[in-house]
């Protein structure tokens, strides 16, 4: 199901603990590394996932979700709508519980993959934005 409502959504954040960052940056001008730090800063698990680098904020970066190799939340969305079917598919191997894809990701076909494979997606919202309006 695409959560659209603010008490779903609430309860999505609420009930989360660990959050892979997909599309991860150490650049402080990037929204990922931003976010990420914020969602370091309100008492997630967060993981970095980025092929590219070794760590971010001193934490170790694994190349794509499935080899975190522990359970996740919500998988965290920052990459071009293009990508997102890889994502989700990585999410549901993952046995990821959400799929977020931040503000300007969409893609139809990656949502409706994750929701048929027992996955809860958010599209096109800022988690932090969510995050900040919903519990802080």
């Not at 695409?2 to 954040?13: F, G, R, T």
């Not at 660990?18 to 969602?39: C, F, K, Q, W």
Request: glycine share 6%; aromatic share 6%; hydrophobic share 45%.
């Amino acid at each position: 199901m695409i959560i659209e409502n603010d008490k779903q959504l609430a309860e999505i954040l609420n009930g989360a603990k660990t959050i892979a960052v997909v599309g991860a940056s150490p650049d402080l001008n990037r929204d990922s590394n931003r976010i990420m730090e914020y969602l370091i800063k309100v008492g997630y698990d967060v993981i970095p996932v980025n092929p590219n680098y070794e760590k971010i904020f001193d934490k170790k970066c694994f190349p794509t979700v499935t080899n975190i190799g522990r359970p996740i939340d919500i998988v965290d969305v920052f990459r071009r709508s293009e990508f997102a079917d890889e994502v989700a598919k990585d999410a549901v191997a993952a046995k990821a519980k959400v799929i977020w894809m931040q503000l300007g990701v969409l893609n139809e076909g990656a949502a409706k993959f994750a929701i048929q494979n027992g996955l809860k997606v958010v599209m096109d919202r800022c988690i932090m934005v969510e995050h900040r309006r919903l519990i802080h």
